[in-house]
């Protein structure tokens, strides 16, 4: 009889450690995808983050009140990662026309289609040119960080996914929202926009959306919380075109 009941009371132990961590899952839905520097291709054409070499696109918008334009060029050039070739991406933020940000992204994309992100080099610039910080540099197989994931194959509404992972310097995070029926900026107008929300355990209480349209890739942000901070694609160009506007 004591055995029965011990028998008993193992079985429903087991049942509710099972539902606990079941609904743990369910509640987080952080997406974990396997690794492997053989699953990927040089092309990075997903619908919602495409990235041809050659092509620039020009951002607008305001931090805080002040004046901003990002001007991001996707670089034909490439940098070896953990044994993956990974798509280098300038992207310059100027405020009130200076250049205080300088960055190169590096990106990669698996056989299924999803995005990975391999870290960055980042560089504060002050008014007169001088690098005054490179906080929020990092690179994956380095101290520890792990590549992220910056756009999903197949993205559905609650999926959260890390795009950084780089303990205690760049560890931002992803939530799929959902699509947005249709959304103008200065750049057009586009139907099913896919919708994010960001944020980092780094920064509590900031929170940014940003929206995505098929074929082109990002087209807008806005700080929701924690901020007063918008962006919007004003123009693409491609290589066979003029370079960039940064004049504009």
Known sequence: MKGKRLLVSVTMMLAMLFTA???????????KLPFDPDNFVRRIDNPYFPLKP?????????TDGTPTRDVMTVTHQTKVILGVTTTVVHDQV?????????????YAQDKQGNVWYF??????????????????????????????IVMLAHPHKGDKYRQEFAPD????????LGFKNSL????????????TKEWTPLE?????NKYYAKGVGFIYS????????TLALVRIRHQSSDNNDEND
């Open 21 to 31: 961590t079941t609904n743990v899952l369910a509640k987080s839905n952080i997406i």
């Open 54 to 62: 050659g092509t620039t696109f020009t951002y607008r918008g305001e």
């Open 94 to 106: 100027y405020e009130d026309g200076v250049l205080t940000e300088d960055t190169l992204d590096w």
């Open 119 to 148: 870290g960055e080099d980042t560089k504060e610039l002050d008014e007169n040119g001088n690098v005054i910080s490179t906080e929020g540099s990092w690179q994956a197989g380095v101290d520890g960080a792990e590549p992220g």
């Open 169 to 176: 310097i760049a560890e931002d995070m992803a939530q799929v």
């Open 184 to 195: 103008c900026v200065p750049y057009g107008c586009f139907k099913h926009v896919l919708v």
């Open 204 to 208: 509590p209480g900031v929170v940014e």
């Open 222 to 229: 806005e700080m929701v919380k924690g901020g007063d901070e």
